[in-house]
């Protein structure tokens, strides 16, 4: 049985039909059809119970996709090890932040492509949090502070970051000084997440309140600039907005916690050559610009 015919019969499964299927191969429906109609052909069994929203597993299907998904996997690991030293090829998915992954972590994934001409990589740049078992990345890049997740996670860089705010703002309704003045002010967030702060050696929570939310921290700073309020932003995001004017530090008093870059990646007990590669570049990237990062 073809070991590309197994695969596909995998991403299908995992992605609930042939058309999601496609699109996470990046292959045509047509390709996935017949790749799946040889798998249960040479099986003798239906895998695949077509409806009009997608594909659901027969019990065969659903004992086959186990099987099928660690052959697959133990095929890869068997490639990586032959393959000469250095050397990359096949797919690599990976999940980034669209506030500043385009910008920032873009040019490590291009220079990735540059040295591994074998190397297929497919990115997909949102800031939600994307499932990577169930839409089939082989990992993604998280900045911040991580939620507690059955993922693996590798740290590849300190992230810091500041409260921000126009002049005009501050003009308007002045700066707040304490943590507890911080709510009477009018905070810019991603959603109803809480804000933590140093004081001295003691980390304090608050809970800002604000009538402008967005999902997309670029977003969040051009707010910030526009006078709308207060910005709880990383420094890569607001350096540019701060040497020039258009926005100035706040509560400096009580620094924000340093948080970090991250590649996760699905549980398994070892990553692939594929992610271990752009762990390492990533880490090389933050230590050769720090000044870019705001370290």
Not at 41 to 46: K, Y
Not at 127 to 136: M, N, S, T
Not at 156 to 178: F, M, N, Q, R, W
Request: glycine share 8%; proline share 6%.
């Amino acid at each position: 049985m073809d070991i590309e015919d197994l695969q596909t019969f995998v991403a299908v499964a995992d992605a609930g039909g042939v058309s999601a299927g496609a699109r996470r191969l990046g292959i045509s429906k047509s390709i996935v059809s017949r790749r799946l109609f040889r798998v249960e052909a040479e099986l003798g069994v239906q895998l695949l119970a077509r409806t009009t929203r997608g594909a659901a597993l027969t019990e065969a299907g659903i004992t086959f996709r186990d099987h099928a998904a660690r052959a697959s996997a133990e095929i890869d690991a068997a490639r990586e090890t032959i393959l000469p030293t250095g050397e990359l090829r096949g797919r690599l998915r990976v999940a980034m932040p669209l506030s500043f992954g385009p910008t920032h972590f873009a040019p490590v994934l291009a220079e990735m492509a540059r040295h591994h001409p074998q190397l297929h990589i497919h990115t997909s740049y949102s800031d939600r949090f994307v499932d990577l078992i169930a839409e089939g990345f082989d990992c993604a890049i998280r900045v911040g502070y991580l939620q507690d997740s059955n993922l693996i996670a590798k740290r590849v860089g300190p992230i810091y970051g500041k409260l921000v705010a126009s002049p005009d703002y501050i003009k308007a309704h002045g700066s707040p000084e304490t943590v507890e003045q911080l709510v009477n002010h009018q905070a810019l967030m991603q959603g109803t997440e809480a804000w933590q702060f140093m004081d001295g050696d003691k980390i304090v929570t608050a809970q800002p309140q604000g009538r402008f939310k967005a999902d997309n921290a670029t977003a969040l700073a051009a707010a910030a600039a526009a006078g709308l309020g207060i910005a709880w932003l990383p420094d890569c995001i607001t350096h540019e907005y701060v040497a020039s004017g258009a926005l100035v530090p706040v509560m400096t008093r009580y620094p924000v916690p340093p948080g970090a870059a991250y590649v996760v990646r699905p549980p398994g007990q070892h990553p692939t050559r594929k992610v271990r590669v752009l762990i390492e570049m990533l880490i090389e990237c933050f230590a050769r610009n720090p000044d870019v990062w705001g370290v």
